[in-house]
Nanobody, 125 residues
Framework: VQLQASGGGLVQAGGSLRLSCAASGRTSSNTAITWFRQAPGEEREFVAA????????YYADSAKGRFTISRDVAKSTVYLQMDNLKPEDTGVYYCAAGWLAVVLGTVKSYNMNYWGKGTLVTVSS
């Protein structure tokens, strides 16, 4: 599986961006396409995920209510719509493919087998 992330850029606080993750290659039925981000000097963190077969979606608490993950099956692309962006959303955003362990709708752990190159999101105050 190859993943190509795009759509990053510079935006003012309160603005919006839409990231895209184009996937190619064969994925299993349990594959989740997942967005992570890494702020300067910080560890990479989970942002949102979408189960490719069923379409279920999951979000980090920091993303709930502001970010929306969706897919276009025909284009094999997953989108991350980010609204009401905050300076703390700044970082490199990565999309990845793998599996999730979900308990009561919350992602408890994950194992990503494939990673795309990141796309930089900068939110100015």
């Amino acid at each position: 599986v190859q993943l190509q992330a795009s759509g990053g850029g510079l935006v003012q606080a309160g603005g919006s961006l839409r990231l895209s993750c184009a996937a190619s290659g064969r994925t299993s039925s349990n594959t989740a396409i997942t967005w992570f981000r890494q702020a300067p000097g910080e560890e990479r963190e989970f942002v949102a995920a979408l189960n490719w077969s069923g379409g279920s979606t999951y979000y980090a608490d920091s993303a709930k209510g502001r970010f929306t993950i969706s897919r276009d099956v025909a284009k094999s692309t997953v989108y991350l719509q980010m609204d009401n962006l905050k300076p703390e959303d700044t970082g490199v955003y990565y999309c990845a493919a793998g599996w999730l362990a979900v308990v009561l709708g919350t992602v408890k752990s994950y194992n990503m087998n494939y990673w795309g190159k990141g796309t930089l999101v900068t939110v100015s105050s």
